[in-house]
């Protein structure tokens, strides 16, 4: 693993169902995030962690999930997914709350929900 | 509320210069960053400004006036594989990182 793993990388999904998506990071980054993306909007942060053990809600938190146990892994669960989910969603990470210095955040490669 | 705003696609010819405005009105700053995203990749980091003016790397410099809330990307010796989108991003004073929606860059030869 170098960085941000992702997984999956695409999923079609049935409306109701549950679904976990996995991102584990290799840096020891202290913060990480889940975003997602949808064709002319910017980056939405749906939830955020600025250390293991702490989490908090972002801008569209609805409908999501988190946990951090540990430092390395930030899955974000839907629990009852609806087509309104339909996305791309990214993890991100950085070593510290404020943007690690303007080093910026790591970004996974993403995964690409369906909810039909 | 919190804005930032960008030009949602710009064309430019190969081997040329461009430059990408951003304008933001947020809730406290603490640094804006550029990104750079090919179409079905991740976002990657591409600068940061804290201060006011201009940073350079290479062929890419962003410029930062905090005053006028405006921000640059400039990309000089265009080559093809700059196509892609430029994400302006603003930290705001709870270091929540707010979005522009993105500039389409496209290249010509």
């Known amino acids: 693993i170098a960085g941000i793993t992702q997984a999956p990388t695409s999923q079609i999904l049935a409306a109701g169902r549950r679904m976990t998506l996995r991102c584990t990071q290799d840096?020891?980054?202290?913060?990480m995030y889940w975003y997602r993306q949808d064709l002319g909007l910017g980056l939405r942060l749906i939830h955020y962690?600025?250390?293991?053990?702490?989490?908090g809600k972002g801008e569209v938190p609805d409908g999501y999930s988190v946990s951090r146990a540990n430092t390395d892994d930030f899955p974000l669960t839907l629990a009852s997914a609806v087509p309104s989910q339909t996305s791309v969603y990214f993890c991100?990470?950085?070593?510290?709350?404020?943007?690690?210095?303007?080093?910026?955040?790591?970004f996974g490669s993403g995964t690409r929900l369906t909810v039909v | 509320g919190q804005n930032i705003d960008q030009p949602t696609e710009m064309t430019a010819t190969e081997g040329a210069i461009v430059q990408i405005n951003c304008t933001y009105q947020?809730?406290?700053?603490?640094?804006l960053f550029w990104y750079q995203q090919h179409a079905g990749e991740a976002p990657t980091f591409l600068s940061y400004?804290?201060l006011d003016g201009l940073e350079e790397k290479g062929r890419f410099s962003s410029f930062l006036s905090r005053s006028k809330g405006y921000s640059y990307l400039l990309l000089k010796e265009l080559q093809m594989k700059d196509s892609a989108s430029y994400l302006c991003?603003?930290?705001?004073?709870?270091?929540?990182?707010?979005w522009g929606a993105g500039t389409k860059l496209i290249i010509k030869p």
């Open positions: 991100a990470s950085s070593d510290s709350a404020d943007g690690g210095g303007g080093y910026g955040y790591t």
């Open positions: 840096m020891r980054h202290n913060a």
């Open positions: 962690s600025n250390t293991a053990g702490t989490t």
């Open positions: 947020t809730s406290g700053f603490n640094g």
């Open positions: 400004n804290v």
């Open positions: 991003a603003v930290m705001d004073s709870n270091y929540q990182l707010i």
